[in-house]
């Protein structure tokens, strides 16, 4: 059950991708956010593209993945990529500053650490910065998302009135602007 759960998740994860780069294809200017869970996937459009345009994109997303383009399942801002980024950063600057603690044998962070630790530190997340992005991409590949879409199929797609989240996206994505905000939610089946 809980294995059939994730399963479903990964795919329609994949396809909330698919959607996303196969409307990139076609429309420019636009920034997209997306959930997914086991019934389907919610996608937030910030820009003016229209509705059939997104419907139509699902649509082809589905029908290229299933017959065989299961690159369109990465995309390079996806959250797993982002989060990998973003730990592995915090992770490497905590390790220069722990190893410069421990050099100088200081039980706390002094501003001594903090100040001989930061060029490495700097280094340290500038590497990361550079191998975490493939690394976040590989994760996406194999443990986030599945391109396989299996017996997946599209239910219906449906506008729905953005969200708080869908809003604070909007800040987020600096789309603050601009007024033209979709919604929708994907649901698909087996």
Known sequence: ML????????????LEHATINV?????KNFSAQGNSSHR???LNIYGD????DVV???EEAHNRMKQGEEHLALHPNCGTVLLTTSTMAALAAHAMFGLEQRRQRRSSLSPS?????LPAAVLAVTVTLIISRPLGMALQAYVTTDGHLG???????RRIAPSVITRLFQLLLGQAGNQEVRAYH?????
Do not use: M
């Open 56 to 58: 139509a994109a699902v």
């Open 23 to 27: 409307l990139s294809e076609k429309h």
């Open 186 to 190: 994907v649901e698909t089946t087996e």
């Open 3 to 14: 294995s059939e759960l994730v399963s479903r998740t990964r795919r329609n994860h994949a």
């Open 40 to 42: 389907g996937f919610y």
């Open 113 to 117: 650490v903090l100040f001989n630790a």
């Open 151 to 157: 017996d997946l199929r599209v239910r219906q797609v």
């Open 49 to 52: 593209i229209p509705e059939q």
